[in-house]
């Protein structure tokens, strides 16, 4: 059964970095784009960043553009989130998501396997 396990989560100071990874177990992560996504309390879930297939594109939202970098490493089936200068409003639970196929989006209506979450506090 297809499973996505984040990890990485954790309290970092502001200006601080971590670094979250999404292992997924599926045969199905070479086919699949692979998105970012977070909540904080009380807010909706937005898409953050996502990668296609072999790597080939990236997509960010707006707010985190020149801080965060996505990549992904398919001899390990892992899809990295790399997050600098990380800020109090960066604050929430991150899911990564796989979607098995179509266009790169940042819409989580259109990936189908999600994670558990992995929480991340930005605080001084």
């Known amino acids: 059964q297809l499973q996505l396990v984040e990890s990485g989560g954790g309290l970092a100071q502001p200006g601080g970095s971590l670094r979250l990874s999404c292992s997924v177990s599926?045969?199905?992560?070479?086919?699949?784009?692979v998105g970012w996504f977070r909540q904080a309390p009380g807010k909706e879930r937005e898409g953050v960043s996502c990668?296609?297939?072999?790597?080939?594109?990236?997509n960010y939202v707006d707010s985190v553009k020149g801080r965060f970098t996505i990549s992904r490493d398919d001899n390990k089936r892992t899809v990295y989130l790399q997050m600098n200068n990380l800020k109090p409003e960066d604050t929430a639970v991150y899911y990564c998501?796989?979607?098995?196929?179509?266009?790169?989006?940042?819409?989580?209506?259109?990936?189908?396997?999600w994670g558990q979450g992995t929480q991340v506090t930005v605080s001084s």
């Open positions: 998501a796989l979607a098995a196929g179509g266009r790169l989006t940042l819409r989580s209506e259109d990936y189908h396997y």
């Open positions: 599926g045969l199905i992560f070479y086919s699949a784009n």
């Open positions: 990668i296609s297939s072999h790597g080939g594109s990236t």
